[in-house]
């Protein structure tokens, strides 16, 4: 099993983000997965021009190093997001990620994937964030098992309480994948986006070839 961290924060391995983000990793891997690491601001990851090549193609014109993060997030089990908020959201490098990927929210790449999400805040906010990126996951069609987060002000000992809780959630990752757990509430959120999804590809069918053609081959048509 495969367990993948991506980190939005320019703070790095030095930053308080990080800590929730090792913690949730040392869960997973004292649950037994392989786990994987990667500072998304240390890779080249150009802004979405909005061309459509992806939705024809399957692939990104670019060039630069979204082919390589998507394919480890496709061969992963898990994913675990983390971010410091950044004025009320995730930091502009994890959103230039996210912007990147709507062909994988068009066929639903995610779907039997799970993750969580980790953030930081100075002062608060950290509990949108998390809810942001995790509904991210969702719209891609992963099932989400919870967060973690911490506000500096609040203190060292929340800090730490929140350290524990990535640790527990990582842990619990390995489990939810293991048992392939099923959440009720998301289930339905899943089907709803299968529906709105499979209307736009069938709208777009003539243009967007890769993804009729993704859609067909999964005999979701
Ligand atoms: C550009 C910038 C914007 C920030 N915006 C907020 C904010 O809106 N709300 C907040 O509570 N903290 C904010 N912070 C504080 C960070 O979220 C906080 O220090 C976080 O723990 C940093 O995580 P890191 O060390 O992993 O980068 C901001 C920090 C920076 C540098």
New binding site residues.
């Given amino acids: 099993m495969k367990i993948l961290a991506l980190?939005g924060?320019?703070?790095g391995k030095?930053?308080?983000?990080?800590r929730l983000i090792e913690s949730a990793l040392k869960g997973a891997e004292d649950a037994g997965a392989e786990v994987l690491f990667i500072d998304i601001t240390e890779m080249d990851i150009g802004y979405c021009t909005g061309c459509s090549t992806c939705y024809s193609t399957g692939s990104c014109i670019q060039g630069d190093d979204y082919e390589e993060i998507l394919d480890l997030i496709l061969e992963s089990d898990g994913i675990i997001l983390?971010s410091?908020?950044?004025?009320?959201?995730v930091?502009a490098q994890l959103k230039t990620l996210f912007d990147r990927m709507p062909d994988v929210v068009h066929c639903q790449m995610l779907l039997g994937k799970y993750g969580f999400s980790v953030s930081?805040?100075?002062?608060?906010?950290?509990d949108i964030v998390c809810d942001y990126m995790n509904n991210t996951l969702q719209v891609m069609g992963a099932n989400t098992t919870g967060d973690a987060y911490?506000?500096?002000?609040e203190g060292d000992e929340a800090f730490g309480d929140a350290c524990r809780r990535s640790y527990e959630l990582g842990k619990d990752l390995v489990a939810a994948i293991s048992e392939k757990r099923v959440y009720p509430e998301q289930e339905a959120f899943h089907d709803g986006m299968h529906e709105r999804m499979k209307n736009l590809v069938l709208f777009q069918k003539d243009e967007w070839t890769h993804e009729y053609d993704y859609w067909k081959e999964k005999g979701w048509l």
């Fill in positions: 980190l924060s320019p703070r030095k930053g308080n983000t990080y983390g410091p908020v950044y004025i009320n959201s930091t930081t805040a100075g002062g608060g906010n950290a911490a506000v500096l002000a």
